[in-house]
C-alpha cells in the first residue's frame, strides 16, 4: 500500500508570494491532518480534515488554510508568506478521525527569501 | 492546555547500550500517546502507539510504557544500532476529537 504522499518536496517562494501544498492519505484513508515544524517552535498543528470537514484547527493566523477534497486528498495554502513560514509541512493520514495512529509523509520544504 | 516535553533535547550513547526516552505530559487524561521516529529532513515514522487503558507496547527491540498518574512515558530501546540515531518524538492525544501535541523531540546519537 502507498505510503503518504506530499507535493512539491521543495519549494522556494518570496515574502507576499501565496503557495498551495498538496498532500494525498494512504488509500482509505479519510482524516488528513497538516502540521509546521520548525526548529524553534517543533511541531506545531496547523488543522485536520474528515470528510471535506475542517474537524480541528491550531493557532495559525487566517493566511493558513486548507481543503479537503471527496478522494481524501487535501490542499493546503498559505497567503501573503512571511520569512517565518519557512518551515517543514508535513500531512499525516489516519483512517478516521478521532485518535487513531497517525502515518505522515515526507513533507514539503518551503523557504521564504 | 496540555505541554508535552522531552528530556534531555540530545543524547548520545555508544552501541549496544540499552536507552530510555522520557516524554513528561501535564494533563493526565490522555487518549492515547504515540511515539514517532524521524530521520533528517524527513516526515516521521510511527514506532508504537499506546491507549490510555494500556501500560505498555512492545515492538522489536522498542517497548513504550504509559504511567498517566505520573504523567510519564518512556521509550526503551535495546542494544542499539547505529541506525537507530534519529530524532524520537512523542504525541499526546488529549480526547477523541481534540489535537495532537508533540515534544520537542528528542536527538539521539548511536556511536559506532
Known amino acids: 500500500k502507498a505510503g503518504v504522499t506530499q507535493t512539491p518536496r521543495y519549494l522556494i517562494k518570496t515574502r507576499g508570494q501565496q503557495v498551495t501544498l498538496s498532500c494525498s492519505p494512504i488509500?482509505?484513508?479519510?482524516?488528513v491532518s497538516w502540521y509546521q515544524q520548525t526548529p524553534g517552535q517543533g511541531l506545531q498543528f496547523l488543522f485536520e480534515?474528515?470528510?471535506?470537514?475542517?474537524?480541528n484547527k491550531g493557532n495559525f493566523p487566517g493566511r493558513f488554510s486548507g481543503r479537503q477534497f471527496s478522494n481524501s486528498r487535501s490542499e493546503m495554502n498559505v497567503s501573503t508568506l512571511e520569512l517565518g513560514d519557512s518551515a517543514l509541512y508535513l500531512c499525516?493520514?489516519?483512517?478516521?478521525?478521532?485518535?487513531?495512529?497517525?502515518?505522515f509523509g515526507p513533507g514539503t520544504r518551503l523557504t521564504v527569501t | 492546555k496540555q505541554e508535552v516535553t522531552q528530556i534531555p533535547a540530545a543524547l548520545s550513547v555508544p552501541e549496544g547500550e540499552n536507552l530510555v526516552l522520557n516524554c513528561s505530559f501535564t494533563?493526565?487524561?490522555?487518549?492515547?500517546l504515540q511515539w514517532f521516529r524521524q530521520d533528517p529532513g524527513k516526515g516521521l515514522t510511527s514506532l508504537l502507539l499506546?491507549?490510555?487503558?494500556?501500560r505498555e507496547q512492545t515492538s522489536g527491540r522498542l517497548n513504550a510504557s504509559l504511567d498517566k498518574s505520573s504523567g510519564r512515558s518512556t521509550l526503551y530501546i535495546a542494544a542499539s544500532q547505529p541506525g537507530d540515531s534519529a530524532t524520537y518524538l512523542c504525541?499526546?492525544?488529549?480526547?477523541?476529537?481534540?489535537?495532537?501535541?508533540f515534544g520537542k523531540g528528542t536527538r539521539l546519537h548511536i556511536l559506532p
Open positions: 499525516a493520514s489516519s483512517w478516521t478521525t478521532g485518535g487513531y495512529e497517525q502515518y
Open positions: 488509500s482509505g484513508h479519510r482524516s
Open positions: 480534515y474528515f470528510s471535506e470537514t475542517q474537524r
Open positions: 494533563d493526565s487524561a490522555i487518549y492515547n
Open positions: 499506546i491507549q490510555s487503558s494500556q
Open positions: 504525541a499526546a492525544n488529549m480526547n477523541r476529537d481534540d489535537k495532537i501535541i
